[in-house]
């Protein structure tokens, strides 16, 4: 059972950062490739990232956070993270977790694993 509860947000300035947090639960999460996705308000949600699940490999889905978001993963705690620094105010979105596929720990971003998802966390970007 996918339970996945994600942390991590709040209110910051343009170019301050963000560590949000994935904790997973109900599953072996060290198995799985987690990714993390947002959405915007009037938006679909978008995928933004993904990590295998031996952490070795990460993928990032926009040009836009290429260098700014970094993700990673703590298996013993069956946790992961997703880095966010010099936010801009197009970040500004509830963001969420969840397990996706992977092939040859390389994870696979469009393909959930799951339709679990976690509560949200909201990021605004703001001065």
């Known amino acids: 059972q996918f339970q996945f509860a994600d942390s991590g947000g709040g209110l910051v300035q343009p170019g301050g950062s963000l560590k949000l947090s994935c904790a997973a639960s109900?599953?072996?999460?060290?198995?799985?490739?987690i990714g993390w996705f947002r959405q915007a308000p009037g938006k679909e949600r978008e995928g933004v990232s993904c990590i295998s699940s031996s952490g070795r490999n990460t993928w990032y889905a926009a040009d836009s956070v290429k260098g700014r978001f970094t993700m990673s993963r703590d298996n013993a705690k069956n946790t992961a993270f997703l880095h966010m620094n010099n936010l801009k105010p197009e970040d500004s979105a509830v963001y969420f977790c969840?397990?996706?596929?992977?092939?040859?720990?390389?994870?696979?971003?469009?393909?959930?694993?799951?339709?679990?998802w976690g509560q949200g966390t909201q990021v605004t970007v703001s001065s």
């Open positions: 969840t397990a996706v596929r992977q092939l040859n720990d390389q994870c696979a971003l469009r393909e959930l694993r799951t339709d679990t």
């Open positions: 109900g599953f072996s999460a060290d198995k799985y490739a």
